[in-house]
């Protein structure tokens, strides 16, 4: 199942078993690989580990051979040596223990953030690598509950459930091993309760797993819902839904609450059942053994020490409930991160680039079909031919296929059908470095991201000096407002352009654009934030900059038009017209129609 497919299935608690298979093994790969460049460490780790369990293991032996030998010895013999050697042997085991579970603790810490750091940098470069189809069905929340709270059940579960599973395994591991060696009476009375440990611990991992489940998911929807309502905190205002969203973040927040408490309450009937076993055990480990002491069949030392065995034996099992609990979270998480970077990218790298290193500009269209779904045909069948250095003005209503065409040609989407070729270069088969130098693509989003004015220009080439932002900025008549501001071109934009209006964002995503020097400019409604003196100032830079260069420009503001060398009207994916400005407005067709409703709207 890919990410996409998950997008809208991402939501569901209930997985059939085929598909649960499949996600487990993609995780499982996920994990696999994260692991493998740690596996030194880990291994050392795991070493560290093992001994520091068994020295502290050791401790209720050392007591049964300190009473049933030492003390014997003092009150027979006078004789001290056995009981001293036995309590040096205990302190020196504890100490040692602990040295070894602070060198463990902090290498295991060195572990988890390596293995955070590659697991987040993963995720960071493949969202970017995905295509636009991804992320237009992919919300932002989605993808900052991976970055953050899915991360972070990961990180609880490294820091400290691992640690308390390793342990909590080897812990019981040894006192099984100490118990056989010092009374298998014992060790037997304690394996009788195992089969009752197996089924109470299959109910918590079944009931767990589907309670965990939810909690992710809800949490996912909480996320995306805030995410949502923060980005757009000017329609909510606009619209006055501040009421009608607090109840649907009430009812999130509820809903989370609620599969938060279930889950505890899973392990709030785990824990005291584990506790019940335990106390049962020792009371029945006490009552043979008592038996057999008074029988002369078993030594008062070895009893103590099987008394603290079976005790200590179901301790463990609380800190693996509590590890179960971060497992589920955390494998919940990772189920989430891992189908997000199993999705492969819709307009992949070509195997074998064709390198194009100066493009002229030529764009074709050549048998090309398109369609978002199986029901949704943008580009039925489309031909089309624009020379180098010319420049296409397209019109037509919304749906018309225009943004669509804008969007091949910048390898946004690749057609369902046929081919979009650069100078003869199918789109698909050209080097990603040349696509993007030759192609650049200017929306009616501009947006703009956190650093200076001139950092925003420069994002269009990296490395550029300030003369040549200026300049950039001059073309398309920002700079008079740039040095308008506090700080001029070092001022700080803020997150989305704070300090920039609508208008003055555009011009600066302009700037960045002719700054790039590309072959081909694609204008995508890209002056509908523009007041009409600003607009004005764009078109006196536009005449210029794109001379000798190939451009598309979408626009419904026929003002826009008028710059343009050809014009092309769309209707359901076909074109309809295509001639001059002038040939189109002087005849009697569609777009002087559209032209002549324009004039009559400026009047």
Not at 132 to 139: C, D, K, N, R, V
Not at 208 to 219: D, P
Request: aromatic share 6%; hydrophobic share 50%.
């Amino acid at each position: 199942m890919s990410a996409l497919e998950g997008v809208e299935g991402e939501d569901r608690q209930d997985y059939t078993r085929e598909e649960s298979r499949a996600i487990r093994q993609r995780s499982s790969r996920l994990l696999g690989s994260l692991l493998r460049p740690l596996r030194g460490r880990v291994v050392v780790a795991m070493v560290i580990v093992a001994v520091s369990t068994g020295l502290q293991t050791a401790g209720p032996a050392l007591i049964a051979f300190g009473i049933d030998a030492g003390l014997p010895a003092i009150m027979q013999h006078r004789d001290a040596m056995p009981l001293a050697l036995v309590v040096l042997a205990y302190l020196t085991a504890a100490i040692v223990g602990a040295v070894l579970m602070w060198h463990y603790t902090l290498l295991s810490a060195r572990i988890s953030q390596a293995f955070l750091y590659d697991l987040r940098g993963r995720i960071y470069r493949h969202a970017q690598l995905l295509s636009l189809e991804f992320h237009e069905s992919y919300t932002s929340g989605r993808i900052i509950a991976r970055q953050t709270n899915d991360l972070d059940s990961i990180r609880e579960l490294l820091d400290s459930g691992i640690q308390g599973l390793i342990r909590g395994v080897l812990y019981m591991a040894f006192i099984a091993i100490a118990l056989v060696l010092l009374d298998p009476i014992s060790a037997l009375v304690i394996a009788c309760s195992l089969p009752i440990l197996a089924v109470l611990t299959r109910w918590f991992q079944v009931t767990s797993q589907r309670a965990f489940r939810a909690t992710r998911v809800h949490s996912a929807r909480l996320i995306v819902k805030f995410v949502e309502t923060m980005t757009g905190i000017r329609a909510v205002k606009a619209f006055r839904a501040e009421g009608r969203n607090e109840r649907e973040f009430g009812v999130h927040v509820e809903n989370y609450r609620e599969a938060n408490a279930k889950a505890i309450g899973v392990f709030g009937v785990f824990d005291p059942s584990l506790v019940v076993v335990g106390n049962v055990v020792v009371a029945a480990v006490l009552l043979v053994g008592g038996l057999r002491v008074a029988d002369g069949q078993l030594a008062v030392g070895v009893l103590l020490a099987a008394l603290m065995y079976a005790r200590r034996f179901f301790d463990p099992m609380e800190e693996m409930a509590q590890f179960y609990n971060s497992y589920q979270s955390a494998s919940a998480a990772l189920e989430k991160i891992s189908g997000v970077l199993d999705e492969t990218p819709s307009v992949p790298d070509p195997a074998r680039p064709v390198d194009l290193w100066h493009a002229s500009g030529a764009i074709d269209f050549d048998g090309v079909r398109f369609a978002y779904r199986d029901d949704r045909v943008v580009l039925p069948a489309f031909e089309l031919h624009i020379p180098a250095g010319q420049t296409v003005a397209l019109v037509g209503s919304t749906g018309a296929g225009k943004s669509t065409l804008a969007k091949l040609v910048a390898r946004f989407y690749d057609p369902t059908e046929g081919t979009v070729s650069l100078d003869g270069v199918d789109l698909r088969e050209l080097h990603p470095k040349d696509l993007r130098r030759a192609i650049v693509m200017v929306t009616q989003e501009a947006y703009l991201f956190s650093g200076t004015v001139a950092d925003n220009i420069a994002l269009g080439k990296p490395g550029a000096s300030l003369d040549e932002i200026r300049a950039a900025a001059h073309a398309v008549g920002a700079d008079a407002f740039i040095e308008a501001l506090p700080d001029g071109y070092d001022t700080d934009v803020n997150k989305r352009g704070g300090r920039v209006s609508a208008g003055q964002r555009q011009l600066l995503s302009f700037a960045r654009a002719f700054l790039a020097d590309p072959a081909v400019l694609i204008l995508d409604e890209a002056t509908a934030s523009l007041d009409i003196p600003s607009e004005r100032l764009v078109q006196e830079g536009l005449t210029t900059l794109l001379a000798d260069r190939t451009a598309i420009v979408i626009a419904h503001r026929l003002s826009t038009v008028e710059i343009a060398d050809r014009v092309l009207v769309m209707e359901h994916g076909a074109i309809v017209e295509d001639g001059t400005p002038e040939e189109l407005i002087g005849g009697s067709g569609r777009f002087a129609r559209l032209h002549k409703a324009w004039r009559d709207s400026l009047v």
